[in-house]
């Protein structure tokens, strides 16, 4: 295994050389407002949502982008956007079937309505004025780790980072983990080589999401890619 904080860290430099600020968590209900692009990406702002309808966007976002690409999931949450369902209320009033026809593109949807209440129903008993106890979220039914990073990081600003397959792909490939190890190991990783820096952690993880989609795909296509020592792209 080679050094992980010494690869973490220019890991981290070349990709932001390479790609620049991703805008992450993107907020479809806020497109094309002041400092949002069409798709309410905010490139140059790592700071989260500070209103109640922001933040919970975040979570809708987060349960719909579960196995499924975000180009899916933002369909749907464009959808459940223009029925009004904005806050944990809108949620609840709608029901069950009338969120799964809404979030249909999203994939299994019915099962994604269920999750989409089981989080409505916390965050109406939570409030989203403040971040939530990781382990009070991660109780929920429907909500595993990355799921609740995610929310917890982009919705709320908390210092914890997003591990997902993309992650455990890159970070295998560049022999920094076998690829097997639990979530915890892997976010531990990422916290001794940078420290709990929340902006810097929102956009390591967009950019190891665009790497993964450019360069460091299922097969890998290693011609131009940014990453240097990579023993992928390196043939060794």
């Known amino acids: 295994m080679r050094a992980a904080g010494r690869v973490l860290r220019s890991l981290y430099a070349e990709l ?10 993107p907020l479809p209900g806020r497109s094309g407002r002041r400092g949002f692009d069409e798709r ?25 982008t579960q196995n499924t690409a975000w180009t899916n999931a933002e369909r749907a949450l464009r959808a459940l956007l223009a029925a009004g369902v904005r806050s944990p209320a809108d ?10 026809r809404l979030v249909r593109t999203s994939g299994s949807f ?33 909500v595993g780790p990355e799921t ?11 210092p914890v980072f997003v ?18 190890e639990p979530y915890g190991e892997v976010q531990e990783l990422f916290c001794r080589a940078i420290g709990r820096n929340s902006a810097v952690f929102n956009e390591y993880h967009a950019l190891i999401v665009r790497q993964a989609k450019e360069y460091c795909r299922a097969r890998p296509s290693c011609s131009g890619c940014p990453v240097s020592g990579c023993p992928s792209r390196d043939g060794a």
């Open 16 to 25: 932001f050389a390479a790609y620049g600020p991703q805008g992450w968590w």
């Open 40 to 64: 309410g990406y905010h490139p140059g702002n790592v700071a989260p949502p500070r209103d109640r309808a922001g933040r919970f966007e975040v979570a809708l976002g987060a349960v719909l």
């Open 91 to 100: 949620v609840a009033a709608r029901g069950t079937r009338a969120i799964a």
């Open 110 to 142: 019915r099962v994604k309505a269920r999750k989409l209440e089981y989080l409505a129903s916390f965050f109406d008993a939570q409030g989203l004025a403040r971040a939530p106890d990781r382990a009070a979220l991660l109780a929920v039914w429907g």
């Open 148 to 158: 609740a990073d995610s929310i917890l990081l982009y919705g709320f600003g908390e």
């Open 163 to 180: 591990v997902d397959a993309y992650t455990r792909r890159l970070l295998a490939r560049l022999g920094v983990i076998a690829g097997t």
